[in-house]
């Protein structure tokens, strides 16, 4: 089943390739397409393209969808293109027509963009919940150990008399220096824009301030070009935010690793938060922090790869942004 069905079927090769990892990747937005979902149909109600009867029996059914997207048993069948078909054919299948009424004023390209902004949205906020308990956590360190003298280096040279209450204090702000870019990628994606469409609006009186309150946006893309424009400007912004804080925690897990080595020896951990050697038995070694320095450095490659992939684009949808 396919949305953009035109009584004609791809070759087998041409599918396959064009549809990718998408049934994989479109698990992690099922939630939020059916949230799109009910807000868009509750929207269509309030402008008489659906009965207040017809809203209910939908919001009913699609309530059931999250509940099995909740509990694991949600899945997108063989023969199904992505999770926006899915949830309409399991719709359709329960409902019959009524079902396929979920779609008016809709494109498949602001409702991907709608679950990804909600995705987005939801991703950053835990990665500054985290973010901000890792900042309390320096400071609380900073404090304890404000007292407790370590050397300063300039060029790996021994320099002046510093502590590790300094150390602890430094990280926990250039964090909350990260914090603020981070902030300001959500709210590149915290913008509704649902009722876009293609990338060019809809013919139908859609009412896209009362989605934009519905899915607690900001504010909306108000022109529905720029809506468009926005797939990969907003992942880059996340992905810029998200490459600040992979740096600052890679710098201090390389501290740290340096601050192990038996040259410094201004660290240590409990033997079960490190790994031998099969031929140095006196050997700890730090790789915790090392595995978590090589992931941050791979992190801090996606805004290019982002930049890379859109740099040429023209203006509308490409099939390119699917790669994001």
């Known amino acids: 089943m396919k949305l953009w069905d035109k009584g004609f079927e791809p070759d087998k090769m041409i599918e396959k390739f064009t549809v990718g990892n998408d049934r994989e990747l479109d698990m992690r937005l099922a939630l939020y397409d059916v949230e799109g979902s009910m807000a868009h149909i509750t929207m269509l109600e309030s402008i008489g393209l659906l009965t207040q009867e017809e809203l209910q029996t939908l919001l009913s059914a699609l309530e059931e969808i999250k509940e099995t997207i909740r509990n694991g048993s949600f899945s997108i069948e063989e023969g199904v293109e992505d999770v926006h078909s899915q949830v309409e054919f399991m719709l359709t299948a329960k409902l019959g027509d009524l079902g396929k009424k979920i779609h008016s004023g809709r494109s498949r390209n602001d409702q991907v963009l709608l679950d990804l902004k909600l995705f987005m949205r939801d991703e950053l906020k835990k990665i500054a919940q985290v973010t901000g308990s890792l900042c309390h956590s320096l400071l609380d360190l900073a404090e304890r150990h404000k007292d407790v003298l370590m050397p300063g ?172």
């Not at 907003?234 to 390389?254: G, K, Y």
């Not at 740290?256 to 700890?284: A, L, R």
């Not at 801090?300 to 023209?314: K, V």
Request: aromatic share 12%.
């Open 153 to 324: 280096y300039t060029h790996l040279q021994i320099a002046m008399p510093s502590s590790f209450g300094l150390w602890f204090g430094a990280y926990a702000e250039s964090f909350s220096d990260d914090l603020e870019l981070l902030w300001s990628a959500y709210r590149i994606a915290n913008r509704n824009p649902l009722g876009s469409a293609a990338g060019y609006g809809s013919s139908f009186p859609l009412d896209r301030e009362m989605t934009t309150r519905l899915l607690h946006f900001e504010s909306m893309h108000y022109n529905v070009v720029a809506a468009q424009m926005s797939r990969g400007k907003t992942e880059r912004a996340a992905a810029m935010a998200v490459a600040a804080i992979a740096s600052t925690l890679s710098h201090l897990a390389m501290d740290v690793c340096m601050w192990m080595c038996q040259n410094f020896g201004f660290v240590s951990f409990p033997d079960e938060f490190t790994t031998g050697s099969s031929i140095m038995p006196h050997k700890k070694n730090p790789d915790v922090f090392e595995i978590m320095r090589g992931k941050c450095n791979r992190l801090q490659s996606l805004p290019n790869e982002i930049a890379l992939l859109t740099a040429n684009l023209p203006l509308g949808y490409n099939r390119d942004l699917q790669l994001l």
